[in-house]
């Protein structure tokens, strides 16, 4: 098959079988992070591992106790190969001996950092200065140190401050602590100097939020420098309540110009956080008054723009600063219930692959599901054993608090407002959990945007500064946003229309169709399928297994009429039998062991998460740029002869390469050598061609089949997953020749994606607009449409309709009539295919009815409890009447009851059409 190709290679072996060197793209994944960019450790030094290496000491690898850890015993085994430690290699040993020899000869410097808080420790750092600051250094002059620092109490400070510091030819200087001292030694505050691993030579200052910084009366600031010897000698007497022996302790000083400590402003501007099931984005409009002093530090580097839209930075895998966090959040330390630390983003993806994806502790991804099961509990675990008990929503507000904490020190300022987009569907479900999660911020709730609202705004606003719209036309818009784990349809149908002060716009907008089970998810699992059956056929050796047209034998040109008329299960049948066969030989569905040994229960799960970011890797950089020539997967490699790395190919490097494979001993057994398999872009595009067209074909079938679809002059996709040109294929079927926006740029690891942005960016546009008076709108949101049919059966065993599939959530809906005494009343909620998906359990509690007049009654509910329909109530029968509305997606259970011809009004109960934000789960181990 023709096209562009990814091929996995052989380890040490290229394409011509030559052995030496790979090459490495930076950050091969953004969705989750590189699956493998900087292989499965990371040293505590930040210097990167030189492959197998000369064996000599120049440019080897060095590694800390901690991350050797939280190796398997084989990974240890392998860099003893790597770094020709023979003491690890020939003699046998255990893990512990194995971590001892690699110290031993490889083992990093400990960097001894002054970072949490010790009772007493600032008294004896004065009095080591006051008795042993005996010896200043020469080559000071040569030390490049900021002109000016503004620190803020009770604000980290990292690397994206940028208070850089060269040390030119003082040499000497390493990773240590700096100390902020006046013309009197007095202690201002302790840093940490950094290397920075993008120069050579330059490092930047950083500290803990927790650091204590001081004012004093004498404004004459230096920074002290000091040998690591000296630096780890005042670590040693900060943190140990001993008296330390006498010392000599060498320093260079560098006077400040300037030290400005402040304490952080309160601003007005909202903080917007478009809260994503794979990603979170942050940012905030930020004008020139959006507090008193601004930081001038950030202006001059120019990552504090006023008067513009600012968005918040978190750190990559690659080390540099990407505005995209994704939504994992992981469990660092639960041995104090009351005071559980976190690690998020970028950090939790990392804790899950330690240890081989073996690590015990706790990470959460797609906490996004949880908006309607936000009180249930989960059990954590940390990397030591420890577990807790804490809420769903106590974890969402921890990551959130992480977004909010960043965004504050990007932004030097204190939030207090915050805005959040939300599923059209589900806007008023998230809000209230927003605001009963964050209590002590206000929520934007009057004037909050929907997530397809927020992407329409952009195109809104661009007419009107491009000045491409007519002055009191009616647009018609639907847009189809692909989320991580969702897939949603809204139309909007908006006018614009200039006034003598700003402009009007009326928008109605509506949601029309969604898939909660459809997401980028979904194509990520369809790659690992296909990935799980083409590496279990290598190692059986059928070297020509797992071929894309045995899998899906119907032609490429023919996918989108096989779908209509076979439907999609049709199509994956062959491939969907393949994988449940592969599973005998590679399997991942953890979950089925948990019966089974430990070993082999960490094994399948290893085997799960490596494919799932394997494919999530090769999915997201097929299609993030255009041009991409190949991708193999084998461990980043320095050539012995050159030492240059070849970087002709865009490369996403798997250090490590380690599966679990059941033998014919049905034992599992690691294997090493990744398959030599080569993947090409026609393969991924027929793999994923019908899962894609099926659900733009549910939503705009009856669109077209009734001729609607013709009257929408925009159609516009959002979504990460948008960016995959078979959407725009998939469109082409339903709409040739209209207005589809669809962007999709060449973009490089460390950019987040436009169509990822354009939800957070057209919610500041908006909020923005109406605060500075530029617009004037009026939205009306029409009832939603509901893909779910709700049936009650009578006494009699007839089943009653009482919500249609497909209609909007709006009108009389009807009821069912039961004795005043029964206990339950069961609701069914059904699929747009008739099928079963959930039964609803009403308690009733009769002696909860309140007397009620029928007057009350119609002023809660109108028309949805019609007087004709309570007027056939009979003495002892409660009807349950099914009602809408409320914002909400689901339905009210309202019980009408008459006791001795007085009406009588029972308890109202929501039902949400589905308690997770997506039913399906790709992380529960049945994969």
């Given at each position: ?419 959040f987009t939300t599923p059209v569907k589900l806007k ?344 500075l008076g530029q617009i004037e709108a009026n939205i ?71 007397p009620a007049l029928y007057e009350e009654i119609a ?69």
């Amino acid at each position: 098959m023709r096209g562009y190709t990814y091929k996995i290679y052989k380890p040490g072996v290229d394409e011509q079988g030559r052995s030496g060197q790979g090459n490495a793209s930076d950050g091969a994944s953004q969705q989750f992070g590189s699956a493998f960019g900087n292989g499965i450790v990371h040293g505590e030094s930040g210097s990167s591992s030189s492959g197998f290496g000369s064996g000599s000491d120049a440019g080897s690898r060095r590694y800390g106790r901690d991350e050797l850890e939280e190796m398997t015993t084989h990974q240890l085994r392998r860099i003893c190969h790597e770094e020709r430690l023979v003491k690890g290699v020939v003699e046998s040993q255990d893990r512990g001996e194995l971590i001892r020899t690699v110290l031993k000869y490889r083992g990093a410097a400990d960097r001894l950092f002054i970072r949490s808080l010790r009772d007493g420790g600032i008294q004896r750092i004065e009095h080591a200065l006051r008795s042993y600051l005996n010896s200043p250094q020469l080559g000071a002059e040569t030390i490049q140190v900021p002109a000016k620092l503004t620190l803020y109490a009770g604000l980290r400070l990292d690397g994206s401050d940028g208070y850089r510091v060269r040390t030119g030819q003082a040499s000497g200087i390493g990773e240590s602590n700096v100390l902020i001292v006046n013309e009197r030694d007095e202690l201002c505050g302790i840093m940490n100097l950094v290397k920075d691993e993008k120069e050579p030579g330059a490092y930047t200052l950083q500290f803990d939020k927790q650091t204590e910084l001081s004012r004093t009366s004498n404004r004459n600031y230096s920074l002290l420098f000091f040998r690591k010897q000296d630096s780890d000698y005042l670590y040693k007497a900060y943190y140990s309540e001993r008296p330390m022996p006498p010392t000599n302790l060498h320093y260079w000083r560098l006077p400040v110009a300037e030290l400005d400590i402040r304490q952080l402003e309160a601003t007005q501007a909202v903080l917007a956080i478009d809260f994503g099931t794979s990603n979170t984005t942050a940012g905030a409009y930020l004008d020139h008054g959006y507090i008193a002093s601004p930081n001038r530090h950030d202006l001059l580097n120019g990552s504090l723009k006023l008067g513009a839209i600012n968005y918040v930075s978190f750190a990559s895998e690659s080390g540099n600063w990407i505005e995209m966090l994704p939504t994992a959040i992981g469990v660092t330390d639960c041995s104090d219930s009351s005071a559980i630390v976190y690690c998020y983003g970028y950090e939790a993806l990392r804790q899950l692959k330690k240890n081989g994806y073996a690590s015990r502790a706790s990470v959460f991804l797609g906490m996004k599901r949880w908006v309607n099961g936000r009180d249930k509990l989960e059990e954590v675990t940390d990397v030591h054993g420890n577990t807790a008990t804490v809420k769903r929503g106590d974890i969402i507000r921890a990551y959130l608090l992480h977004v909010i904490e960043t965004a504050e020190h990007r932004f030097k300022c204190r939030f207090n407002q915050l805005h959040f987009t939300t599923p059209v569907k589900l806007k008023e479900s998230f809000l209230e959990m927003f605001s009963a999660i964050l209590p002590e911020y206000e929520i934007e709730r009057e004037h909050a945007v929907d997530e397809g609202m927020a992407v329409l705004y952009n195109t809104i606003a661009d007419q009107i500064e491009q000045n491409r719209y007519i002055d009191g036309e009616t647009y018609d818009a639907l847009v189809i946003d692909c989320g991580g784990g969702t897939t949603d349809l809204s139309s909007c149908r908006f006018q614009i229309e200039e006034g003598r002060i700003s402009y009007k716009i009326d928008i109605r907008t509506a949601y029309e169709n969604g898939d909660t089970n459809f997401g980028g998810n979904n194509l990520t699992y369809r790659v690992m399928q296909y990935m799980k059956i083409a590496f279990a056929d290598y190692y059986l050796g059928i070297r020509s297994g797992g071929d894309i047209d045995e899998l899906i034998e119907v032609a490429g040109v023919d996918l989108f009429r096989y779908v209509d008329d076979q439907g999609t299960a049709k199509v994956y049948e062959q491939l969907e039998r393949r994988y449940a066969e592969a599973e005998r030989v590679l399997p991942t569905r953890f979950r089925e062991y948990e019966n089974r040994t430990g070993d082999e229960y960490w094994r399948v799960r290893r085997n799960f998460y490596f494919l799932w970011e394997l494919a999530e890797a090769m999915k997201v950089e097929f299609f993030r740029r255009t041009g991409i020539v190949r991708r193999r997967f084998e461990a980043e490699r320095t050539s012995r002869s050159s030492g240059v790395l070849d970087n002709d190919l865009h490369v996403t490097p798997v250090e490590r390469w380690s599966l679990s494979l059941r033998g014919e001993d049905g034992r599992l057994a690691d294997r090493h050598d990744s398959p030599d398999i080569v993947f090409t872009v026609n393969e991924m595009t027929k793999l994923l061609k019908s899962d894609i067209y099926a659900v733009i074909s549910k939503f705009l079938e009856g669109f077209y089949l009734d001729g609607r679809l013709q009257q929408y002059q925009i159609l516009k996709l959002t979504g990460q997953s948008c960016r995959i040109d078979v959407f725009r294929e998939a469109l082409k079927e339903f709409v040739p020749g209209r207005s589809i926006e669809f962007r999709q740029r060449s973009e490089d690891a460390d950019k987040v994606p436009d169509l990822k942005l354009s939800c957070l960016r057209g919610s500041i546009r908006y909020l923005t607009a109406r605060k500075l008076g530029q617009i004037e709108a009026n939205i009306t949101r029409v009832a939603p449409v509901v893909p779910y049919t709700v049936t009650a059966f009578t006494h009699q065993g007839g089943e009653k309709v009482l919500i249609n599939s497909m209609e909007r959530l709006s009108g009389l809906r009807g009821g069912v009539s039961r004795p005043k005494a029964v206990s339950e009343v069961e609701f069914y909620l059904k699929g747009g295919d008739e099928r079963m998906l959930r039964k609803y359990v009403y308690a009733n509690h009769p002696e909860g009815y309140k007397p009620a007049l029928y007057e009350e009654i119609a002023g809660l509910y109108g028309d949805q409890i019609p007087q004709e329909e309570t007027d056939t109530i009979v003495n002892g029968e409660s009807k349950f009447f099914v009602v809408t509305g409320d914002n909400q997606w689901g339905f009210f259970i309202v019980p009408v009851a008459r006791v001795n011809e007085q009406l009588q009004l029972g308890e109202k109960r929501l039902f949400t059409f589905e308690d997770d934000l997506s039913e399906l789960d790709f992380f529960d181990g049945m994969k």
